[in-house]
């Protein structure tokens, strides 16, 4: 109980005075989380929102294998992109292994079907509520993407924040891909791993914490842009 009294209070100590490893870690993996999400609601607003109002044959299967793809595990999506990227891999020519594009690859691929899915959901309820209205206006296809895009921006920046909560998190993928290389690839998830591996308890509780209060103001955005505490619901 003393180890972790101890550990607390250097952790503290460590962000009060702004360590330079712990500040690097953080914004390494503000770096990596967002950039892949910055990428994944490029792709997933749009295809989500467009599984939404299209209509076509394989639709249902479509959208099952989307929902199912939210639970892909990490390692194996870690797995798959150090293949694709190892020197006898397809892309082993980029030389993008152990570096933080592989990592952010990764990321966009486990948080891309949560985001889409969440996008479909929010969108198909909006869809029923303006069929009528954008069909009788002879609207384009991409003229309602944008419509229901812009008219549900704040469930989909809900989506968005979700997915970051998720990348953010992420550990098992990234030390595949990143190799959790010190000053390189190292961030919070696999930084703790390590430190507390090497009994480093004071450095990894300050990455804990950092993490945690990052997870604290994700909640609380999502919170207030989704206003759940309205009319006495939360």
Partial sequence: MNEIWAGMQAAFRLIITLDPDLVNITLRSLQVSLSALVIACIIALPFGTWLAIRRFRFRRMTIATLNALIGLP??????????????????GVFGLLFTPTAM???????????IASVTHQAMRELWAEYHDLLISMNTTKRQRIWTLIRDGRRTLLTAALAGFGRAIGEVGAIMIVG????????????????????????????LG??????????NFAIHALSRTEREGRW
Avoid: C, H, M
Avoid at 183 to 201: M, P, S, Y
């Fill in 74 to 91: 990490p390692v194996v999506v870690g797995l798959i992109v150090y293949l694709l990227l190892s020197r006898s891999g397809p892309f």
């Fill in 104 to 114: 952010i690859i990764a990321q966009v691929i486990i948080i891309t079907p949560l």
């Fill in 179 to 206: 190799g959790n290389i010190d000053n390189a690839t190292r961030v919070l998830t696999t930084a703790i791993a390590l430190e507390t591996g090497k009994g480093d308890f004071a450095l990894a509780l300050g």
């Fill in 209 to 218: 914490f950092v993490l945690i209060a990052l997870a604290l103001v994700l």
